[in-house]
């Protein structure tokens, strides 16, 4: 007969902590390939960049000689009025926006129609027999 020797105890893995999972899923986002510009997202957002890019380009070419200084505080000031940062900013922040699917938001809209009719008739019943308690309490002869 054949000598069997012990068998090796198994070592479990200690599991993670909720910082290493942390790390880890930046690490996987970091190195994935980011996600290439869908046609409708660079035409609808082709005309705010059409729209800068004149205060842009002359605030930064005016704005190095010392005598047109002030006419690119102009270009500058033109475009805050007309809030042209702001407008791009926006348009970069919506694009980062993560939109619920078809299937998703029908569901969210379903329970909140749901909430929103539970709570109704709660308060519907709860003013009926509180005013039913008061009427009697307040009309009932002595």
């Given at each position: 007969?054949?000598?069997?020797?012990?068998?090796k105890k198994r070592r479990l893995k200690a599991p993670q902590t909720v910082r290493e999972k942390a790390q880890s899923k930046a690490s996987?986002?970091?190195?994935?390939?980011?996600?290439?510009?869908?046609?409708?997202?660079?035409?609808?957002?082709?005309?705010?960049?059409?729209?800068?890019?004149?205060?842009?380009?002359?605030?930064?070419?005016?704005?190095?000689?010392?005598?047109?200084?002030?006419?690119?505080?102009?270009?500058?000031?033109?475009?805050?009025?007309?809030?042209?940062?702001?407008?791009i900013s926006s348009w970069k922040e919506l694009k980062l926006v993560t939109?619920?699917?078809?299937?998703?938001?029908?569901?969210?809209?379903?329970?909140?129609?749901?909430?929103?009719?539970?709570?109704?008739?709660?308060?519907?019943?709860?003013?009926?027999?509180?005013?039913?308690?008061?009427?009697?309490?307040?009309?009932?002869?002595?």
């Amino acid at each position: 007969m054949a000598d069997n020797p012990k068998p090796k105890k198994r070592r479990l893995k200690a599991p993670q902590t909720v910082r290493e999972k942390a790390q880890s899923k930046a690490s996987k986002t970091e190195t994935s390939k980011p996600k290439k510009k869908g046609k409708l997202k660079s035409i609808i957002g082709w005309p705010f960049k059409k729209i800068a890019w004149p205060f842009k380009k002359a605030g930064k070419f005016l704005g190095r000689y010392r005598v047109f200084r002030f006419i690119a505080k102009i270009f500058k000031f033109l475009a805050k009025i007309l809030l042209i940062n702001y407008f791009i900013s926006s348009w970069k922040e919506l694009k980062l926006v993560t939109w619920p699917s078809r299937r998703e938001s029908l569901r969210l809209t379903f329970a909140v129609l749901a909430f929103a009719i539970v709570f109704g008739a709660l308060v519907a019943t709860l003013d009926y027999g509180l005013s039913h308690l008061f009427k009697s309490l307040l009309l009932s002869k002595h």
